[in-house]
């Protein structure tokens, strides 16, 4: 089992930036995939990125490909998410997750370790 605890978000104007950061402990060894999926209020948890963790092979929603970027320090057992040119469309809370198997790395269902989230929330 791996822990993975969010943090980086909060309030930002519309064209602003944050970087959301993701730490990793436990059996990280094992980790084949991580990524960020978002849930807005009223909405279902949707896939935002993800990264083959040794591979470095990325993932992206179409709704975030270009304005987003997702990274990883494997010394540090971090997984981050850089977000530019944010819109209130991307309010959310972010989650980050973390899992052994290589299928499914767009399918929440496929991730079996998860962080309590962190809230981000982007003014017009």
């Known amino acids: 089992q791996v822990q993975v605890v969010e943090s980086g978000g909060g309030l930002v104007q519309a064209g602003g930036s944050l970087r959301l950061s993701c730490a990793a402990s436990?059996?990280?060894?094992?980790?084949?995939?991580m990524g960020w999926f978002r849930q807005a209020p009223g909405k279902e948890r949707e896939f935002v990125s993800a990264?083959?963790?040794?591979?470095?092979?990325?993932y992206y929603a179409d709704s975030v490909k270009g304005r987003f970027t997702i990274s990883r320090d494997n010394a540090k057992n971090t997984l981050y998410l850089q977000m530019n040119s944010l819109k209130p469309e991307d309010t959310a809370v972010y989650y980050c997750?973390?899992?052994?198997?290589?299928?499914?790395?767009?399918?929440?269902?496929?991730?079996?370790?998860w962080g309590q989230g962190t809230q981000v929330t982007v003014s017009s």
């Open positions: 990264i083959e963790w040794r591979s470095g092979f990325t």
């Open positions: 436990g059996r990280t060894s094992s980790t084949y995939k």
């Open positions: 997750a973390a899992d052994t198997r290589a299928m499914g790395i767009r399918r929440d269902n496929w991730y079996a370790d």
